[in-house]
T-cell receptor, first 112, second 113 residues
Framework: ETGVTQSPTHLIKTRGQQVTLRCSSQSGHNTVSWYQQALGQGPQFIFQYYREEENGRGNFPPRFSGLQFPNYSSELNVNALELDDSALYLC???????????FGEGSRLTVL | EDQVTQSPEALRLQEGESSSLNCSYTVSGLRGLFWYRQDPGKGPEFLFTLYSAGEEKEKERLKATLTKKESFLHITAPKPEDSATYLCAVRANSGGSNYKLTFGKGTLLTVNP
């Protein structure tokens, strides 16, 4: 069974640019969540997608947006990058009804 | 606002020296407390979910317990490969999203041979 996979693993952008991060859910999982983890901190909830719609959002501005596709894969888009956006971005998928989150290895974003 | 506080921030043990990590929480209606293990540069690895006070779960050298205000992760006779950051997270009624977790900052555990 394939777990949650994320791409790219590492990337470097400059301030003001835009970035798209991708996530493939674990087989049988229909809910996807995205988290931001700054160095030395715990992950912070960005938003969650279920049935291709956002159904929960944390304290992140609208320049953070996402998509979920019919095969349950997902994208996280961040516009107008700021230096503070440098972090590990984690995708997690959840099987129906259990509420347990299974994380991918993350995408490390550096904004210069 | 839901809050999770983990202590200590860092813990150094000798191989075989048992100890406990603490996770205290403040939520309006707990719907689950989660423990994860995270290795450097990797995503969190799921360990346990606890739902009600008095519940306990075990996995190899790890045992998680839950009270109404805190959870403990007991590590019995740790080995160097248990070295990692251990994260605690809660899901609460105030979360809005069905699956939103609020995480603590973690405890960095180092086990020396």
């Amino acid at each position: 069974e394939t777990g949650v996979t994320q791409s790219p693993t590492h990337l470097i952008k400059t301030r003001g640019q835009q970035v798209t991060l991708r996530c493939s859910s674990q087989s049988g999982h229909n809910t996807v969540s995205w988290y931001q983890q700054a160095l030395g901190q715990g992950p912070q909830f960005i938003f969650q997608y279920y049935r291709e719609e956002e159904n929960g959002r944390g304290n992140f501005p609208p320049r953070f947006s996402g998509l979920q596709f019919p095969n349950y894969s997902s994208e996280l888009n961040v516009n107008a990058l700021e230096l503070d956006d440098s972090a590990l971005y984690l995708c997690a998928s959840s099987p129906p009804r259990t509420g347990e989150l299974f994380f991918g290895e993350g995408s490390r974003l550096t904004v210069l | 606002e839901d809050q999770v506080t983990q202590s200590p921030e860092a813990l150094r043990l000798q191989e075989g020296e048992s100890s406990s990590l603490n996770c205290s929480y403040t939520v309006s209606g707990l719907r689950g407390l989660f423990w994860y293990r995270q290795d450097p540069g990797k995503g969190p690895e799921f360990l346990f979910t606890l739902y009600s006070a008095g519940e306990e779960k075990e996995k190899e050298r790890l045992k998680a317990t839950l009270t109404k205000k805190e959870s403990f992760l007991h590590i019995t006779a740790p080995k160097p490969e248990d070295s990692a950051t251990y994260l605690c997270a809660v899901r609460a009624n105030s979360g809005g999203s069905n699956y939103k977790l609020t995480f603590g900052k973690g405890t960095l555990l180092t086990v020396n041979p």
